[in-house]
C-alpha cells in the first residue's frame, strides 16, 4: 500500500516536471519572431497582375464609363400566344418568358399582371401554361420553439411539402425573379454545358413537384 503511495507520488512528480516542460515549450513557440508576409510595390506592379479592363466580361476600364458602349440587346416584342416557347436550360429549370413583358413588368405587390394568364383557374382560357403545383406549395418548414430554442420543424431526409390549395406561395409572386425573358444576343464567353433530360418532354415541362424528394430519401 506504502509502495504504491510512493510510486504515485513519482508519478505526479514526473507528470509536473513534464507537464512544466511542455509549458516552457509552448512559451518559446509564441515568442518567436512571427513570420509577417511582406507585400512590396513590387509584387503588386507585376506584370502577371489582371488589370481591370480585364476582369469583368465587358472588357472595359471599370474606373471609367464614359467610352462604354452597351450593346444593343433585342428582347422579344411579340405578344403572349404569338411565340414559340424555349426549350428548358435543363431539368426543371424555370422556364424562360417566350413574349414581352413590356406594360407587365416591374411587378409590384398590388399588380402582377402575370397572373392574369398563367393562375391555373384561368390559363386554359388564355392559352396558358398554368403555374405549376410547386408554387402552390411551400417547402419552408416552420420554426417552433422548442424549450427556449428555435428549430426547424422537418424530420431528417424528408421535404417539407405544404399544400397551400389555390393560393400562390408568396415566395413565388415575384416571377422575374426567376424567369426571365430570352434576349437576342450572341455572348462571347463560351458554354460547353449540354443538358441531359431524363424523360422525353422534360425539356418542355416541369414536374419539380412530383420529384422534389429525389435524392434526399
Ligand atoms: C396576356 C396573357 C399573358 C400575360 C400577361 C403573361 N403571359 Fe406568359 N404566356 C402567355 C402565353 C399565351 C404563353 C405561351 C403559351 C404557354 O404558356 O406555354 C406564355 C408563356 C409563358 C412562359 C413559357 C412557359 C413554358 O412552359 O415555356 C413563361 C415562363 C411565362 N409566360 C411567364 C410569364 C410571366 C413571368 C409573366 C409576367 C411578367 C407573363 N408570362 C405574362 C400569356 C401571358
Ligand atoms: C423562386 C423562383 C421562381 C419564381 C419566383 C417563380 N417561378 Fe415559375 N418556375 C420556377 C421553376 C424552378 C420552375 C420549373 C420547376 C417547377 O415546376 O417548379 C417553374 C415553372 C413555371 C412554369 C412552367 C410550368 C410547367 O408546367 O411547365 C410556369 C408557367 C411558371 N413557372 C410561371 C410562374 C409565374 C407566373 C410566376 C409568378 C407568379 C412564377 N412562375 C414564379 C421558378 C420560379
Known amino acids: 500500500m506504502k509502495m504504491n503511495k510512493n510510486l504515485l507520488a513519482i508519478v505526479l512528480l514526473l507528470a509536473i516536471v513534464l507537464g512544466a516542460c511542455k509549458t516552457k515549450k509552448t512559451t518559446v513557440e509564441t515568442t518567436s519572431t512571427p513570420v509577417v508576409q511582406e507585400t512590396t510595390t513590387e509584387d503588386l506592379s507585376n506584370e502577371s497582375f489582371v488589370t481591370s479592363e480585364e476582369i469583368g466580361y465587358r472588357h472595359n476600364d471599370l474606373f471609367d464609363e464614359d467610352d462604354l458602349v452597351l450593346e444593343d440587346i433585342t428582347f422579344p416584342a411579340a405578344a403572349p400566344g404569338t411565340t414559340t416557347n424555349i426549350d428548358r436550360s435543363f431539368e426543371n429549370a424555370p422556364p424562360m418568358i ?9 411587378i409590384k405587390a398590388a399588380s402582377n399582371a402575370c397572373l392574369i394568364c398563367h393562375m391555373p383557374a384561368v390559363a386554359v382560357a388564355m392559352n396558358a401554361t398554368s403555374i405549376p403545383k410547386s408554387h402552390f406549395t ?10 427556449g ?5 422537418a424530420k431528417e431526409g424528408a421535404v417539407t411539402n405544404k ?18 425573358t430570352q434576349a437576342d444576343i450572341s455572348v462571347f464567353i463560351p458554354n460547353n454545358f449540354n443538358p441531359s433530360f431524363r ?3 422534360d ?3 416541369s414536374n419539380l413537384n ?4 429525389e435524392g434526399v430519401k
Not at 417566350?98 to 416591374?106: D, I, L, N, W
Not at 397551400?164 to 425573379?177: E, I, M, P, V
Open 138 to 147: 411551400n417547402y419552408r418548414p416552420d420554426v417552433v420553439e422548442d424549450d
Open 163 to 180: 399544400d397551400l390549395g389555390s393560393d400562390l406561395n408568396k415566395a413565388r409572386f415575384n416571377c422575374t425573379q426567376c424567369h426571365v
Open 98 to 106: 417566350p413574349h414581352t413583358v413590356v406594360g407587365f413588368v416591374p
Open 149 to 153: 430554442l428555435f428549430k426547424v420543424d
Open 199 to 201: 424523360n422525353e418532354g
Open 210 to 213: 412530383e420529384t422534389i424528394e
Open 203 to 205: 425539356a418542355k415541362k
